[in-house]
Every structure is written in structure tokens, then in C-alpha cells.
């Protein structure tokens, strides 16, 4: 009834543990147990792989032009992370695409979420429909016709364009991920507070939006990850503009210098941060209520 | 921001409401989702009468069967390389997310925080890092050629495992997290109801979790298998000219040859497939696991 | 407070005693009647209930008065202002909610402060204020707490707390006891009497329990089908239902089909089917002969021919087989199946002797002069017998 | 960019623009003097980009690294000091089919696609040439072009050399890793070793490794509309479909061949002489059979105004001037267009005196000899090549 035992939020930056969680779990016989533990952490390893050789990289001093075979041991590129002129320009302009292309699809995104998990309303259904499609077309496609559009029209590609797309296939992302986390929220809560006299901006600042926030927080954590590191449908439409995935690709056929994995590594490092952060707030805020 | 009923009688209030909010990314998805789809519809039907030339609408379909004539080995080893992916996915993915489910105790948040970390360095990096970890001369190439069935000059880059390996390593946190959810959501003294009427650990999970984390399975299935089937950055850094994939021929087609028809057509026919699986899919489970 | 329409002209009663006056309000959705040409009003102070099962309006009636819907026609007065176009946030009633709705990612202090913050008291104030509330609702420790760390009946004592706060003209309550558990529910409704006392503030209940609704109210209004069938005391509702549905919506009721013989100043001469003849209490109503009406006769009033009646002066009997016998604790439920096939329930108490009557035999059952009551409506005869069973049931 | 201007530069727009100047500080009386001075600064923003020449070029391509584009000594800093035009030096060029999709929509509409120089390899200096894309080079401007070697002048892909000039040049043959093939290679029929199975490498660009495999089996280049490259086309897909050929790649084959994945490949010059000073076992060789002599070239592509193509004109003449053109040889290591190049490394000593004889920089008139340039080929040809050899390379 209540937002606390809401749908399972499917997101992970901020996955809530359900009611009871601490309840005793089973997982089978020791032996069972044994080895899926393994199993698990063997996955970990696969996982953590790429990065570690990653971040091991960026301490690589390369022969040539290219930091993919160990050499000696250096501290210098990290003294210089944005050393290579090119490469800084490339990720300030990703941040800066993803930053508009999430702050966009957040509002539309999460708007067209309340509208559907609220209204029961003539075309509800379709919608829902609708907002899947983008998520389960391949990005080859939502690129390739994004870019006969432009071309087709004139538009000239750019950073403009690239933002456009990005928004594009985010909206939906947004929409679902805020979707799931209203799923089962408890409307008359906005009721409640327009009874006790509140005005309805006031209702939404002070109640609606706090509320869906967490689910707001949630998928643009993620949205952000995807712009960042969206390459596909980047690359059909940026025209002669350049994003941090589409600079490595292309500077990969000349050069990788060690500055592209201290680049990456200080994006993880960033990421592992607000990761950590996130759950430490929640834990306190919990912790104070407890 | 009208104030909303919950009332089961109907909704006063709310009748304009709802395309209000609807309408900012509504909108900005009809004209930049739908009207370039229903576009390269129409590319896909035109002709090109020079290289270099504008293409000309001309309801001309044969555009569709030399895509499929052409190009069906790479529209099979799509299909099958993206298959593939997702099994392995699945046979990685749900004992990891099951663990994390069953023992992550308190650090739960954590541990499934630690599966999504990896994809927060670029992905591109990521497959670059793997032909590092991977060459010929490396550690992991040594270490496979001591199986006895590959030879001393046994590789695993540019080939179909590699593709693969990098396909299923790159999206599998799409396969993770809905089943992670669709496990958080069991209540495991389900087991234990379980145990109790004599089920061995393993006869309970078949009879009791598997089929509650079906709808996890199959929402990281699509979204696995979706974009590892339009893919062409791991065919093209860790494949050979046999792995090619149908995404591979699609940019070429685009942003090399400028076989517009052509490419619109292969497109289309890729987006065809994948709608098709999406409606079976949806059809059964509907949508609301789709969101990640 | 803007619009200061003052319509005293409109209405019945002690206009200064009036805080709620509905002025025959319709509501529709579409093509659905919501609440039919509803006409009434509530006194300052005043409990009052809005009873009937679901469907029936009630909560679209308490919505209009809340401000969340818009009368389709009528007017809706709040201390002599017509508020039927008031947004509900400038309308001085507060509700709590069936689900409480309380606002999660808050702390009980801040929920409780709400509206006194939304309304710009000073900060010293809220908070004597709120410290005060809390007190009310017995529940002064809890203010750094959060909704979902309380129980159930203490979340149901905050949303009281964060709507009497205010000092509003009226509260309104929706089904706020239905999350409940029985045991909690019969503590609520004693402390939301007292609380109701201690405030002085009036009171809108809307429920579908009867014997809540009995128990707590001043005035009752039943309602069925977006109509308001009676309003009236507990005790007026009980004893002189004016429908059918209502007789057997409060309480249990033996209903029988009957056509009036002739009338003598307050003794009206019935006939019921099986052709047998009683005289009743008329209760102040004029019948004409030959009019089909409803007998009601409730179950306690109901005795083995030859017991002790219930009640003064002698009315009917009626013959009939005894079908089941359950013991009940205080009393015996007895139910019976008259000849033309109607169930009727009797409540039989010590003193009726009800081991004497093994299921299946015949028995003469009757009843006190004062103890059947005359429905001015006519029910269908296949509707004949005890009504709301299943209440009967539960409420022994 | 436009809002860093020189001192000289903002001295003279602002003399250039006094007049305008003038009647702003009328104007802005009213409005305060702070207004009258941002006005001057955008005049004299505005009259910077006559004084600015934009160049879109490939990566790794000029000397000075990347981020150090205008350090001392680095021939864009020195074009500045000699003329006083800042160069807005670009890298954005990675592959030439993907340069001619980011331009086309806007040239073949007219309209100016930003950057006044580009430098396409020949054939698609050609390509934009027949399509009309391009301007006449102001050749007055550049009297040094009578410095560019013989065999550069006047090529198939610009008949007359009125529309190119070339940038570097540089050869396309075989590299090798000696420590992975354990011997030497000198023929393209030595790639198709069986003992190199899967370890052999191609390059993405077609002309390069079909010219290379169609010179082996005797087809000659430099007429390709008269010659039938099936051959060629067959023998590669036989090898794809075999196994010999591991991938297609860019540069990034260096990598590879370093990695030791690549027992040899199609590579170039260039890439090869930079990596042969830290890894001896890598190794250039022109094979028997001939390799392909390719060139970049700088081209102005339609759009630019006359005061644009004047300063493209003087950068031009700047870089054909032989100590320019040896200070960038020094860094890039490919074959210089101009002549005298070779003295002046001499002169400038050391490690730059040994790059004078490396061969692969100069190499002698027999090697000369061997190596052949692409004719143009036709639009219908060529896409037919194109179609061709994306399906067989996977793409």
C-alpha cells in the first residue's frame, strides 16, 4: 500500500532491501552453497578483469603508440591525465552531452511515468506500446534512421543532433525505470496534502517529487552511464562532432595513449564514489529514523 | 498538477492531465523515433540511380531481397552469435544474481552495486582492454593452449568465441539486474515451505524459484539479446573478417558505401525480427519487466 | 474566507448549529449516477456517519465535502459558504484517509506540522502545537519516528493527529478503521469517540459497518445506490428503518411481505401470505387498505409461541420448521422456514428453553406487539425471510 | 578561439574597422562606455577570422605532439610567427569515406563545411574533384609547389595540379614481425604461407590491399578502368575464406604486428619506420611484385572566402618550403613531397641525419621504380570495388 512495500524497485543504484530482508535466506545444502559461492566469484573475477587490466594500464609507460602491451612501470600519466589535447576535449564534450541528454529525458521521462502509473486515461495501453518500442530496436536501427532524418531534412550533424538521439532513446529508459518505482505508490498521499491545505506546486515539490526521487536519482545514474558511453547511435549522427567513445575508437586506428585508462579509471573511480555515497546516505537515514 | 482520484468511479480531474504530461516526451519520441523509422521505410523502398545521387522513392522491394539473399550468413551469425550470448548470460548471470540474493545478507546493495561498476568505464575501452588481456602472446592465450584439444597455435581473438565472450560480457548486466529483482521479490521461506514437504534444495528451486524468476530471466533475455544482435563493435574489434555481423554491414552500408536502400533494408528487416520476439515476448510476461 | 456567500435562507434546522449543508448535490461520471439529489445537513459538533456497502456513494458524498470532486448539480455549503467549486486546499476540512496516506519519506513531527507549516505558523507554534496533538493521540514519543516504523492503529492515530492539527470545521473520515484488525477497531472507535469529544470538532464518518457506525454516531445516514435512504439516531435507524434495505442493512432483520387489512388510530390490521393476521404499531404513518408493506420483526424479538414475549402486548405467530439450532454463547440462533419458504431467525435466550426444539421438528413462532415494526415499502416475496445473514453471523 | 587575438591582429581590425568603430561609440553613448568596449572587441574578434585558416587533417600527422601543436620551434607556430595566420589545426580526419560522408550533405548543397584545408588521400581528392566539391589552389600564393618531386606532379586523380597539393606520401607493402615468422618475407605470395595461418593482417583500406595482391598476380594499376581486379578480389576472399587472414584493420595493425598476433601484414611506410626503432624484428619490405604509392593531399573545398584561400595559399608555401617540410618529416616519417628535404635532415644532424638515409623515407630510383599509384577509377567501378570488397572483409 505504501511507497515502503511498493513494487521491487529494479534499479540497482538503489535497490531497496524488501520488507524483511534480513530474514534468514536459504541457498541449499553447504555443499550447494559451496559452489555457487564459487561460481559467484569466479563471475566477479570475469567481471573485474577488463578493468583491472584497465587501471593497471595506467601506469604503463608504452614503447609505441599503443598501451596494450606492459612495458615499465610509471606514475607520469597520471601526473598528466589530460595530456592528450584531443582526448580532454572529447570527454569534456561527452559530460557535457550526457549531462543535457539526461536532464531533458529526466523531466519528459518521469513525467510521462507519473502520467501513466497515476491516470487510468484513452490510450494508456498504446502508450505503454509505444515507449517499449525504442528500448527493443536495435541502436544500429535507431541510429541509421535518425541519421536519413537529419540528412533527409538538411539538418546538419553535430553536438545538436547527438543530444537529440541521446534524449531519444533515454526518454523511454527513464520513463520505464521511474515507472517501476511508482508502480504501487500510494497517490492520496498528494490528496493528503492538498486537504491540509497545500497548493499543488507546493504538493509536488514537497511531497510527489521527493518521493518519486529516488527512482528520479536511480535512472539518471544509469541514463548517464548509457550517454556516456553510447557509441552507435553516436556515431551515425554526430557529423564532424567528437565524444569520448567516438575519439578512442578513431584514435585507436593511430594511437591508445595510457591517457584514454586514466580517463576511464577516473569516470570508474567517480562512479564507485556516488556508489558508495548513495547507500551511506540511506543507511543513515534510516539509521536516524531506526 | 490537478489533483488526482484514486476513486475506482473515475477520474474528474485527471482527464487532461495525463497528455499534458505525456505530451513533452511523447512528442519528442514521435518525431525523432517514429517519424525516422517510418523514413527508412521509405528509404528502404527507394532506388539510387548513381552512387552519389539522392535516392528516389520507387516502392522498389527488391531492395529486401538481396539483403536477404546477400547478407543471410551474417543475419544468421547474428542471431546465433546474440543466442548464444544470452544463454551464456543466463548460465553466468543467474547463480551470480542468485547468490547475491540468497547470501548478500546485508551487503546485497553492495554486491549488486559491484555488478553494474564495470559498465561505468566506456565500453569501447572495455573490448580494447579484452584484445590486451587476449593476444596471442598473453597469459589467458597460454593458459588455453594447454587444453588438449587446442593446438600450440591456438587462439582466442578473432574468432566466434571471442566475439561472443565479448557480446556476453558487455551486456550481461542487463541480464543480471532483472533477475536479481525478480529473486529480491521471492520470499524464500517458499523454500523452506518446500523443504518441508520433502523436496530435496534442488527439486525446490526447480519447482518453486525458477519458475518465480522466470519473468527476471526473460527480461534480461530481450535486453541481452536485442542489442548484442544489432552489435558491430565486438565483431570488429575482437572477430575476423568470418564473424562479421549484420550491424558490421549496416554501418558499412551507411557511412561507407552510402547504399542507403539497402542499408534501410537490412535495418528494417533486423528491426522486423526483433519486433516479432518482442510481441511473443510481451504477449506472455507484457512489459513491465523490460524496465532496467 | 474570500468568498463569504452566506446562505442562511437555504436549508432546515438551526442555521447557526449547521456546519455542512448539502444542497441537493448530484454526482455523475459519465453516464454512472454517483449520488442522487443528496439533501441534507450536519451539526456543528455533531458525529455523523455516511453507512452503506460499497458502491453506494458514501465516499463520492465525503469527496465532495473534501473538495476532490466537483458536485455535477447542488450546492455544497461549509459554515454557510458555498465551497462546490473550492479547491480542497482552501477548504477548512481536513480528512483521514482509509489508507492513512501518510506521507512516507517524512517523520511523524513533520507530517503532523504539514498543514500548519503549509498555512505559515510560526515555527514555535507548530511545534506547541503538534507536541500538544500528539499528546491527544496518546502517542507524544513517537515525533522523530517514521509512518512505516508505526503499527497500524498508530498510524491511524497520526493521520488523525495531522487532521485535527489544524482546527478544521469538520473531519472527515474515510473508512479510517478498515485496515484494522476486529480487537484494534473496537479500541479505535472508543478513542475516536473520545478524541471527537475532547475536540469538539465535527465529525464525517464514512463506513460500511453497521455496528461501527451504531456505535459511534449521533446521526446516520444510510445510503444505497447513490441515495440516501434515511437518516436518523442509531437508535430511529434501528427501530424505524424506513426501507427494506435499511432494516436489513443495520442489524439483522426478519422481513415479511404483508398487505394492510384496515387501520384503527395507531393499530394497523396486516395480512401476510400465509393468510394469518397481526395487528402493529402504525408509528405515526396513515396506511391505506389493501397496500403492500413490509413487516419487520428483529430476530431478538422473535419467541417460541408459549415463551416469555419480548415486549409488551401480544402481536402474531407464525408456524414454521426449525432448521438449524447453533449456540451462540449469550443466546441460541434459531432459524426456521416458514411454510411458504421464507428463513427467519430467532435469537432464543436461556429462558426460551431452546432444547426443546430439535432441528426438524414444527413450532409456533411469535412475537410482542411492539416488537414488528411496519416498513412503508413492499419488498418482492421471494426477498422474504432474514436479511443480511452473514452479518448475523459475524456480529454474534 | 575567435575571442584570442593577437595583439597585432587586434591593432590592426581595430585601424581596419575604425570607421565602424567610430559609429558604434556613437551609438553606445547613450548606453555607457563599458558597451562601446565590448563592441570593439567583437570587431576585432570578427576580423580575426580573416587572419585564421582552418585545417581538418589526420591524426599524428604534423610534427609537435597533439596537445603541443603551437610549442616553440612546431611549424604551426612558426607559420604564425612568419605571416601572423593562426592556424586552427584539427585532427579530425580517420578514414576517408567516413570524411566524405561528414562533407557531402554539405557540399553537395553548397554550403561551407568549416575548415578551408582538408587533406583526403589522393583518390578521394579525385573523387571530390569530378563532383565539382572543390576550388582552384591559389598557386600564385605558392611558389615553393615547383619544389614537389617529379613524381607527384600532376597526377591521374588531379590531371592539371591545380585542385591538390600533396601532403606526405607514403608507401604501402608488407610488415613483418621477423621473431613471429622466423624469417624473411619479400613476396605477397609469402603471406599465403600455411605456417601463417590466421596470423596475417590486411588493411581496411581497399586500394592498398587489393593493389597490393592484384600487382602480385601482374595487374597493373595506373589504368584500372581497363583492368579486371576479379582476380585480385578472388584470391583475397580464398584466403578470408581459409583462415590465413586474421583481420582488417586501420594503423592499429602496429599493434598487432607488436603484439604478436600479426605475423605480417599490408602496412605502411611510415608506421613501420616509427616502430622499427624500438622493435628491430619489425621490418618494411616492398615486395617483389611492387608496392602502391599513395598521397594525401591538401585541398580547399568549396565555401571558403578569398581571404581564406589566400592564407590556405600561404600555409601551403610555407610547408613546401624545405626546412619546414624536413622539421616535419623529422616527426611524422613518410615520405616528404618536397624536394630538398633530404639535405636539410642532413644538415639538422643526428638522429634526424640518420632518417636521410632510411629508405623508407627516400627510397632509391629502383624501389621508386617498383611502386605504383592507382589510376582514377571510375564512380561505377569503383563502387563495385567498394561492394566487393566490404563483403569480402566482413563489413
Redesign the interface.
Known sequence: MTMAEGAAPPVVAEVRPAVGSDRPTRAGSGWGRRVLTAVAVLAYLWLFLPILNIVVFTFNDP????N??WERFTLENWAEPF????LTEAFWRSLVVAAVAVAVALAMGSLIAIALSRYRFTGNKVTEVFLVLPLTTPEIVLGASLYQLF?GR?V??GQVTVIIAHIMFLVSFVAMTVKARVRGFDWTVEDAAMDLGARPLRVFWKVTFPLILPGILAAALLSFALSLDDYIVTDFTR??F?TFPIQVN???????PPQVNVLATLILVVTLILFTIGPLSQRRRGAAAG | MAAATTDDTGLRRGRFAPYGLLSPGIIWLLVFFLVPVVMLVRASLSTKP???AEPVFSWDFSNYGSALS?YSDEFIRSFLYAGTATVLAILIGYPLAYWIATCGGRWKNFLIGLVVVPFFTSYLIRTIAWT?IL????VVTGLYRLLPWVGS?G?I??TPMAVIGGLTYNFISFMILPIYVSLEKIDFRLTEAAADLGCTPWRAFRKVVLPLSLPGIFAGSLLVFIPAAGDYLN?RYL??????MIG??V???F?????YPQAAALSLVLMVIITVLVLIYSKFLGTEGLAV | MVDGEVARSVGNGNESETTILLDAVTKRFGDYVAVEHADFSIARSEFFSMLGPSGCGKTTTLRMIAGFETPTSGRILLEGRDVSNTPPYKRDVNTVFQNYALFPHMSIFDNVAFGLRTAKVPAAEVRTRVMEMLEVVRLPDMADRRPNQLSGGQQQRIALARALVNHPAALLLDEPLGALDLKLRQVMQLELKRIQRDVGITFVFVTHDQEEALTMSDRIAVMTQGRVDQIGTPTEIYHTPSTPFVAGFIGTANLLPVTVVSQSGDDVTVETRLGGQCTVSAAGTTYAAGSEVTLMVRPERLVPAGAPLHGAGSGASIRATVTSMVFQGPVVRCQVRTSAGADLVAHLGPEDDPGSFPVGSEMEMTWSHDGAYLVPEPIAPDEAGVTSMEDDQTAA | MTNRVSRRNFLVSTAALGGLAAGSTALAACGGSEESGSSTTAAGGGGAAANTLTFDN???YIDKP??DLFGEGGTLAEFQKATGIKVDYT??I??N??LF??I???L??GEPI?STIIAPTFWMAGRLLQ?GWLDQLPLAEVPNAANLITSLQKPPSDPTGEYSLPWQSGMAGIAYNQSVTGREIRTVEDLWDPAF???IGMLTEMRDTIGLIAMSLGIDLENPDAQDYQPAFAKLEEE??N?Q????????Y??DL????YAACVGWSGDVA??AV??PDIKFVVPESGGTLWFDTMVIPKGASAEQIEAAGKFMNFVYDPVNAARITESVQYISPVQGVQEELRKMGGEAAALADNQLLFPDASTLASLQTWGTLS??K??QM??EF??????
Open positions: 614503447a609505441g603508440k599503443y596494450l602491451s595530456k592528450d589535447a584531443q540528412l538538411g546538419v550533424l557529423g564532424e567528437t578513431n584514435a585507436f586506428r593511430v594511437s591508445f | 548513381s552512387r552519389f546477400e590486451s593476444q596471442d602472446d598473453g597455435d587462439r581473438l578473432a565483431a572477430g575476423s573478417p568470418q564473424t562479421s558490421t554491414v554501418q558499412n552500408k557511412l561507407v558505401q552510402f547504399d | 589526420w591524426t599524428l597533439n596537445d585532427e579530425g580517420n578514414d569515406n567516413e560522408a561528414k557531402q550533405p554539405l553537395s548543397k568549416g563532383l595461418r590466421g596470423k578470408v575464406a583462415g587472414i586474421r583481420q582488417f584493420t586501420g594503423n592499429d602496429v599493434d607488436e603484439q604478436g598476433n616509427q616502430l624500438s622493435n564512380e561505377e569503383e563502387q567498394d561492394e566490404a563483403r569480402i572483409s566482413g563489413a
